[in-house]
C-alpha cells in the first residue's frame, strides 16, 4: 500500500497538472468512440468501461477524481460504455505496440532490478522503438510516419501506435502475423540462402537492397561488421568468431553487397543464422497474453497523462526524429521548482534532468520534487 501521506500529495500534484492543461491534449481522436479505464496507486486499471463525449468532460473527471493511472481503448465502439464487451459494438481499433525495457533482459536488470529502470534500458528502449518504426512499420508494412505516433509510457518504455485505415478492421488473428514478423517468428534462416549445403556452390544469399527480412538481415550484418566486434556480439555471434569476421569485414562486406555469403565460414550455418534473426527482431512481452498487439479490446495508457508510478507524464512524441533524442528523464518531468525533504529506505542512482541522486541506504534527503516524487511512488521512499 501507499503511504496515505505520499497519496495526498501525489494527488495534489497530479491535480495541478490536470488543472493547467489544454483538454485537448489528452484527448485521443475519436473520444467519443473509446472506452476509458482507471486505476488507484494499487493497481492500473481498477474500473473500466467508462465513456466521454468530449475532451472537455474527460479533463473535468481528471480535475475532480486525480486517477494516478488513466487507459483507454484503441479500438472504436458504437456504444463505449456498454456491457458486456459484446454490446459495445466494435467498429476497429489501431494497432499498437508495446515496448518495455524488461522485455530487453538486459544485463543491468540483474544488478538493479525489473522494476527498477536505468538509463542503459531507457536507451536500449528507445533504439527498438527507433528501430520497429524506421526498420519495419515504414519500409516493410508501408505505414506513412503520419499515421504513426508515439508516447512514452511514463515508466519503462513506448507505445506505437498505427491509425492507417487499412489496420483498423484487422482481427487478432491478423494482428498476430503482424507480430510474429517484427518478432522473426516462423522465419527460416535458410530460405534467405538457396545454396546452402550444397557442395562446390558458391553461397548466395539477400543483399542490403532486397525487400524484408533478407534485406534487414544483409544490412544488419553489413552495419555489425562495420560496428566492431561489440555489434557483432549484440547479434549473438560468439566473440572469437566476432573477432576472426572482423578480420577479414572489407572482405566480407564486399561479398554481402553482390549476395555472396561465401566468405564467413561457419559450422551449422542454419542454427547461427536462426540466432542472428532472433537477435535483429523486435522484443516485445514473450508473453502471448501479455502481447498487446494481437488484443484487439485492450486498455493503453493515455498519451500525456501521468503514470502513478512515476509520477512522470506519457509524452506524445511527434516524429522518429523527436524520438531519437527524447530524454524520458528529463522531457517527462511535469514539476520543476521546489525540493522535498524524503527518507529513502534504498534505491539504486537516478539521473533526472542531467543530475544524478542516490544510491540511497537509509539516507535522510532533500532533493527536487520530481526526483522526490519519482522515488516515493516507486515506494523506495518515504516523506520527511
Ligand atoms: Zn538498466
Redesign the pocket.
Known sequence: MLDQKVEKFAKELFREYYSKIDAEMIAPPHIENREFGFGDFEKKIAYRHFGFRNAKALRDYMIGNVPPFVSYSSAEYEKPEARPMENKIWKGSELIFDLD?TDLH?P??EV?GRSW??E??LNAVREETVRLVEDFLVPDFGFSERDISMNFSGNRGYHVHVSDSSVFVLDSRARRSITEYISGIGINPVSFFPTMGQRGTTLRGPRPADDGWGGKFAKGMISALNSGDDALANLGIERTLAKRLEKSRADIIFGISAGNWDKIKIPKKADFWANVIRNMAIKQSDSIDKNVTNDTHHLLRLPNTIHGDTGLVGRKISSVGELASFEPMGDAIIYKGKSVKIHVAKAPSLVMNGETYGPYDESDVEIPIYAALYLLLKRNAVLK
Open positions: 525495457a538486459l543491468c536488470q538493479h529502470v536505468c542503459i534500458c
